[in-house]
Protein backbone atom coordinates (compact mmCIF):
# COMPACT_ATOMS: atom_id res chain seq x y z
CA UNK A 1 0.00 0.00 0.00
CA UNK A 2 1.46 3.23 -1.28
CA UNK A 3 0.05 5.58 1.52
CA UNK A 4 -1.05 4.85 5.15
CA UNK A 5 -4.44 4.70 5.54
CA UNK A 6 -4.66 6.09 9.22
CA UNK A 7 -1.93 8.30 9.41
CA UNK A 8 -3.07 9.73 13.00
CA UNK A 9 -5.62 9.09 14.75
CA UNK A 10 -6.95 12.80 15.06
CA UNK A 11 -10.85 12.94 13.95
CA UNK A 12 -11.08 9.09 13.39
CA UNK A 13 -13.90 7.11 14.37
CA UNK A 14 -12.19 3.79 15.84
CA UNK A 15 -14.32 0.72 17.35
CA UNK A 16 -12.52 -1.60 20.00
CA UNK A 17 -13.96 -4.78 21.55
CA UNK A 18 -12.48 -5.81 25.26
CA UNK A 19 -12.47 -1.96 26.29
CA UNK A 20 -13.54 -2.74 29.88
CA UNK A 21 -9.89 -3.80 30.82
CA UNK A 22 -6.36 -4.93 29.87
CA UNK A 23 -4.82 -4.07 26.40
CA UNK A 24 -8.28 -2.80 25.28
CA UNK A 25 -8.89 -0.25 28.01
CA UNK A 26 -5.84 1.48 27.60
CA UNK A 27 -5.76 1.17 23.84
CA UNK A 28 -9.34 3.00 23.96
CA UNK A 29 -7.72 5.74 26.39
CA UNK A 30 -4.73 5.99 24.24
CA UNK A 31 -6.88 6.40 20.99
CA UNK A 32 -9.13 9.30 22.46
CA UNK A 33 -5.81 11.09 23.88
CA UNK A 34 -4.69 11.51 20.13
CA UNK A 35 -7.90 12.61 18.91
CA UNK A 36 -10.35 9.63 17.96
CA UNK A 37 -13.95 9.35 19.04
CA UNK A 38 -14.02 5.74 20.27
CA UNK A 39 -16.68 3.45 20.06
CA UNK A 40 -16.59 0.83 22.93
CA UNK A 41 -17.53 -2.18 23.71
CA UNK A 42 -16.97 -5.96 26.12
CA UNK A 43 -19.07 -8.41 28.05
CA UNK A 44 -18.74 -6.51 31.40
CA UNK A 45 -20.83 -3.51 31.77
CA UNK A 46 -19.76 -1.64 34.65
CA UNK A 47 -16.41 -1.95 33.28
CA UNK A 48 -17.08 -0.51 29.89
CA UNK A 49 -18.83 2.16 31.24
CA UNK A 50 -15.99 3.02 33.65
CA UNK A 51 -13.20 3.03 30.37
CA UNK A 52 -15.70 5.42 28.92
CA UNK A 53 -15.91 8.22 32.29
CA UNK A 54 -12.50 7.92 32.42
CA UNK A 55 -11.76 8.99 28.94
CA UNK A 56 -14.68 11.69 29.21
CA UNK A 57 -12.99 12.47 32.35
CA UNK A 58 -9.50 13.73 30.60
CA UNK A 59 -11.51 15.17 27.48
CA UNK A 60 -11.66 12.40 24.79
CA UNK A 61 -14.36 11.71 22.71
CA UNK A 62 -16.88 8.39 23.63
CA UNK A 63 -19.51 7.62 21.24
CA UNK A 64 -21.40 4.15 21.20
CA UNK A 65 -20.71 2.25 24.28
CA UNK A 66 -22.65 -0.79 24.65
CA UNK A 67 -21.95 -4.45 26.34
CA UNK A 68 -22.72 -7.35 24.02
CA UNK A 69 -20.74 -10.76 24.12
CA UNK A 70 -18.16 -10.75 20.42
CA UNK A 71 -19.43 -14.78 20.48
CA UNK A 72 -23.05 -13.75 19.87
CA UNK A 73 -23.36 -12.90 16.24
CA UNK A 74 -26.51 -11.63 16.61
CA UNK A 75 -26.04 -9.35 19.50
CA UNK A 76 -22.67 -7.79 17.45
CA UNK A 77 -24.72 -7.73 13.80
CA UNK A 78 -27.47 -5.42 16.06
CA UNK A 79 -24.02 -3.25 17.79
CA UNK A 80 -22.56 -2.74 14.10
CA UNK A 81 -25.80 -2.13 12.49
CA UNK A 82 -26.66 0.50 15.65
CA UNK A 83 -23.30 2.01 15.32
CA UNK A 84 -23.13 2.63 11.56
CA UNK A 85 -26.44 4.27 11.40
CA UNK A 86 -25.39 6.43 14.13
CA UNK A 87 -21.81 7.36 13.72
CA UNK A 88 -21.06 5.91 9.86
CA UNK A 89 -18.11 3.81 8.47
CA UNK A 90 -15.86 3.08 11.16
CA UNK A 91 -11.96 4.23 9.66
CA UNK A 92 -10.61 1.51 12.47
CA UNK A 93 -11.51 -1.35 13.79
CA UNK A 94 -10.20 -3.61 16.29
CA UNK A 95 -10.55 -6.78 17.77
CA UNK A 96 -8.80 -6.97 21.39
CA UNK A 97 -11.18 -8.96 23.23
CA UNK A 98 -10.30 -12.77 24.05
CA UNK A 99 -10.25 -15.35 26.71
CA UNK A 100 -7.61 -17.84 27.69
CA UNK A 101 -7.72 -21.19 29.18
CA UNK A 102 -4.32 -23.43 29.49
CA UNK A 103 -4.33 -26.93 29.92
CA UNK A 104 -2.65 -30.53 28.40
CA UNK A 105 -4.32 -31.90 25.47
CA UNK A 106 -5.95 -35.21 27.60
CA UNK A 107 -6.80 -32.42 30.24
CA UNK A 108 -8.64 -29.89 28.22
CA UNK A 109 -12.76 -30.54 27.65
CA UNK A 110 -13.86 -30.07 24.75
CA UNK A 111 -16.39 -26.64 26.26
CA UNK A 112 -12.52 -25.28 26.54
CA UNK A 113 -11.75 -26.02 22.81
CA UNK A 114 -15.28 -24.67 21.76
CA UNK A 115 -15.74 -21.37 24.50
CA UNK A 116 -12.29 -20.62 23.18
CA UNK A 117 -12.91 -20.63 19.16
CA UNK A 118 -16.52 -18.69 19.78
CA UNK A 119 -14.64 -16.20 21.64
CA UNK A 120 -11.34 -15.72 20.00
CA UNK A 121 -11.99 -16.82 16.58
CA UNK A 122 -15.54 -16.57 15.79
CA UNK A 123 -15.98 -13.21 17.79
CA UNK A 124 -13.89 -11.01 15.58
CA UNK A 125 -14.99 -12.83 12.49
CA UNK A 126 -18.50 -11.78 13.54
CA UNK A 127 -17.41 -8.05 13.90
CA UNK A 128 -14.80 -8.41 10.75
CA UNK A 129 -17.93 -9.41 9.24
CA UNK A 130 -20.50 -6.68 9.94
CA UNK A 131 -17.83 -3.49 10.30
CA UNK A 132 -15.22 -4.11 7.11
CA UNK A 133 -18.09 -4.21 4.48
CA UNK A 134 -19.10 -0.50 5.70
CA UNK A 135 -15.80 0.49 5.70
CA UNK A 136 -15.45 -0.59 2.12
CA UNK A 137 -18.42 0.65 0.89
CA UNK A 138 -17.61 3.74 2.29
CA UNK A 139 -14.23 3.97 -0.28
CA UNK A 140 -12.04 6.34 2.40
CA UNK A 141 -9.74 3.34 3.44
CA UNK A 142 -9.16 2.31 6.90
CA UNK A 143 -7.39 -0.08 9.27
CA UNK A 144 -8.18 -3.58 11.05
CA UNK A 145 -6.62 -4.81 13.97
CA UNK A 146 -6.71 -8.43 15.15
CA UNK A 147 -4.28 -9.33 18.42
CA UNK A 148 -3.61 -12.78 18.07
CA UNK A 149 -0.70 -13.68 20.12
CA UNK A 150 2.73 -15.22 21.00
CA UNK A 151 0.95 -18.83 20.99
CA UNK A 152 -0.18 -17.81 17.63
CA UNK A 153 3.29 -17.86 16.42
CA UNK A 154 5.10 -20.55 18.55
CA UNK A 155 4.61 -23.43 20.65
CA UNK A 156 3.69 -22.28 23.87
CA UNK A 157 3.33 -25.33 26.91
CA UNK A 158 -0.33 -26.33 27.48
CA UNK A 159 -1.93 -23.52 24.85
CA UNK A 160 -3.09 -26.01 22.19
CA UNK A 161 -6.56 -24.77 22.19
CA UNK A 162 -5.64 -21.09 22.83
CA UNK A 163 -3.01 -21.41 19.99
CA UNK A 164 -5.72 -23.11 17.63
CA UNK A 165 -7.49 -19.84 18.05
CA UNK A 166 -4.80 -17.58 17.21
CA UNK A 167 -3.39 -19.38 14.66
CA UNK A 168 -6.91 -19.08 13.17
CA UNK A 169 -6.94 -15.53 13.37
CA UNK A 170 -3.54 -15.18 12.22
CA UNK A 171 -4.86 -17.14 8.98
CA UNK A 172 -7.86 -14.56 8.77
CA UNK A 173 -5.05 -11.64 8.96
CA UNK A 174 -2.95 -13.10 6.12
CA UNK A 175 -5.76 -13.22 3.59
CA UNK A 176 -7.13 -9.81 4.73
CA UNK A 177 -4.17 -8.28 4.52
CA UNK A 178 -4.01 -9.12 0.47
CA UNK A 179 -8.00 -8.64 0.28
CA UNK A 180 -8.44 -5.43 1.74
CA UNK A 181 -5.21 -4.13 -0.04
CA UNK A 182 -7.32 -2.74 -3.03
CA UNK A 183 -9.64 -0.50 -0.57
CA UNK A 184 -7.03 1.21 0.67
CA UNK A 185 -7.98 -0.55 4.27
CA UNK A 186 -5.04 -1.66 5.86
CA UNK A 187 -4.51 -4.66 8.77
CA UNK A 188 -2.19 -5.20 11.48
CA UNK A 189 -1.57 -9.07 13.64
CA UNK A 190 -0.35 -7.66 16.89
CA UNK A 191 1.16 -10.73 18.71
CA UNK A 192 2.05 -9.98 22.46
CA UNK A 193 3.76 -11.62 24.75
CA UNK A 194 3.37 -10.99 28.38
CA UNK A 195 1.80 -8.14 29.32
CA UNK A 196 0.89 -7.49 32.91
CA UNK A 197 -2.87 -6.49 32.82
CA UNK A 198 -3.87 -6.74 36.82
CA UNK A 199 -4.90 -10.31 36.54
CA UNK A 200 -1.39 -11.72 37.18
CA UNK A 201 -2.32 -11.08 40.76
CA UNK A 202 -5.28 -13.52 41.02
CA UNK A 203 -5.05 -15.96 37.92
CA UNK A 204 -5.31 -19.44 39.53
CA UNK A 205 -4.25 -22.71 37.68
CA UNK A 206 -6.65 -25.86 38.43
CA UNK A 207 -4.86 -28.60 40.84
CA UNK A 208 -1.52 -25.61 41.45
CA UNK A 209 -1.86 -24.31 44.76
CA UNK A 210 -1.27 -20.59 44.40
CA UNK A 211 0.39 -20.64 47.57
CA UNK A 212 2.96 -22.64 46.51
CA UNK A 213 6.77 -20.76 46.29
CA UNK A 214 7.28 -22.19 43.01
CA UNK A 215 4.18 -20.72 41.57
CA UNK A 216 5.15 -17.66 43.63
CA UNK A 217 8.18 -17.33 41.50
CA UNK A 218 6.33 -18.26 38.30
CA UNK A 219 4.35 -15.15 38.61
CA UNK A 220 6.93 -13.29 39.47
CA UNK A 221 9.08 -14.02 36.94
CA UNK A 222 6.25 -13.31 34.54
CA UNK A 223 5.56 -9.72 35.48
CA UNK A 224 9.24 -8.65 35.77
CA UNK A 225 9.50 -9.56 31.88
CA UNK A 226 5.64 -8.18 31.10
CA UNK A 227 5.19 -4.92 29.35
CA UNK A 228 2.24 -2.93 30.93
CA UNK A 229 -0.96 -2.32 28.89
CA UNK A 230 -0.35 1.21 27.80
CA UNK A 231 3.26 0.08 26.30
CA UNK A 232 0.88 -2.55 24.21
CA UNK A 233 -1.26 0.47 23.29
CA UNK A 234 1.71 2.29 22.06
CA UNK A 235 2.83 0.02 19.92
CA UNK A 236 -0.60 -1.25 18.32
CA UNK A 237 -1.22 3.07 17.79
CA UNK A 238 2.09 2.91 16.26
CA UNK A 239 1.40 -0.30 14.11
CA UNK A 240 -1.69 1.64 12.65
CA UNK A 241 -0.45 4.80 11.69
CA UNK A 242 2.74 3.16 10.27
CA UNK A 243 0.97 0.40 8.50
CA UNK A 244 2.80 -2.24 9.67
CA UNK A 245 1.37 -6.01 9.66
CA UNK A 246 3.16 -7.41 12.06
CA UNK A 247 3.04 -5.49 15.43
CA UNK A 248 4.80 -6.87 18.62
CA UNK A 249 5.11 -5.65 22.17
CA UNK A 250 8.06 -7.00 23.36
CA UNK A 251 11.33 -7.90 21.34
CA UNK A 252 11.54 -11.54 22.97
CA UNK A 253 8.80 -12.65 20.87
CA UNK A 254 9.94 -11.33 17.52
CA UNK A 255 13.25 -13.11 18.68
CA UNK A 256 11.62 -16.13 19.24
CA UNK A 257 9.35 -15.91 15.67
CA UNK A 258 12.28 -15.42 13.88
CA UNK A 259 14.17 -18.46 15.45
CA UNK A 260 11.45 -20.43 14.28
CA UNK A 261 11.57 -19.02 10.76
CA UNK A 262 15.40 -18.68 10.26
CA UNK A 263 17.31 -21.32 12.92
CA UNK A 264 14.58 -24.14 13.51
CA UNK A 265 18.01 -26.08 14.37
CA UNK A 266 17.73 -24.02 17.44
CA UNK A 267 14.44 -23.42 17.79
CA UNK A 268 13.09 -27.24 18.08
CA UNK A 269 15.81 -27.55 21.37
CA UNK A 270 14.91 -24.62 23.11
CA UNK A 271 10.88 -25.10 22.84
CA UNK A 272 11.69 -28.35 24.11
CA UNK A 273 13.87 -26.82 27.21
CA UNK A 274 10.62 -24.30 27.64
CA UNK A 275 8.22 -26.99 27.74
CA UNK A 276 10.47 -29.08 30.02
CA UNK A 277 11.06 -26.10 32.16
CA UNK A 278 6.81 -25.25 32.35
CA UNK A 279 6.00 -28.85 33.99
CA UNK A 280 8.68 -28.26 36.10
CA UNK A 281 7.66 -25.59 37.57
CA UNK A 282 3.80 -26.34 38.06
CA UNK A 283 3.95 -29.97 37.85
CA UNK A 284 0.90 -30.64 38.50
CA UNK A 285 -1.13 -29.08 35.65
CA UNK A 286 -1.25 -31.58 33.35
CA UNK A 287 -2.85 -33.90 35.61
CA UNK A 288 -5.16 -31.48 37.58
CA UNK A 289 -6.53 -29.26 34.60
CA UNK A 290 -9.10 -31.68 33.82
CA UNK A 291 -12.00 -29.68 36.19
CA UNK A 292 -11.55 -26.26 34.53
CA UNK A 293 -7.76 -25.01 33.12
CA UNK A 294 -6.82 -21.76 33.51
CA UNK A 295 -9.09 -18.93 32.11
CA UNK A 296 -8.35 -15.17 31.75
CA UNK A 297 -9.62 -12.12 29.70
CA UNK A 298 -6.87 -10.49 27.95
Known amino acids: ?18 AASGIGRATAVLAAAEG ?6 DIREADLE ?19 DISDFEAVRDLAQRLTDEHGAMDVVMNIAGISTWGTVQGLENS ?8 NLMGPIHVLETLVPPMIAARRG ?20 YSA ?10 VLRFDLYRHRIGVSLVCPGG ?9 TIAGVDGTDPRFAKAQARFKKRAVTPEQAARSILDGVTKNRYWVYTSTDIRLAFALQRFAPWAYVPLMRQFNATANKVL ?5 AVASDGVRISR
Open 142 to 161: GHVVNVSSAAGLIGMPWHAA
Open 195 to 203: VDTGLTETI
Open 165 to 174: TKFGLRGVSE
Open 112 to 119: HWRDLVEV
Open 50 to 68: ATAAEIRAAGGRVGLVAAA
Open 36 to 41: ATVHLT
Open 283 to 287: PQVSK
Open 1 to 18: MSRTPVPSFEGRQVFLTG
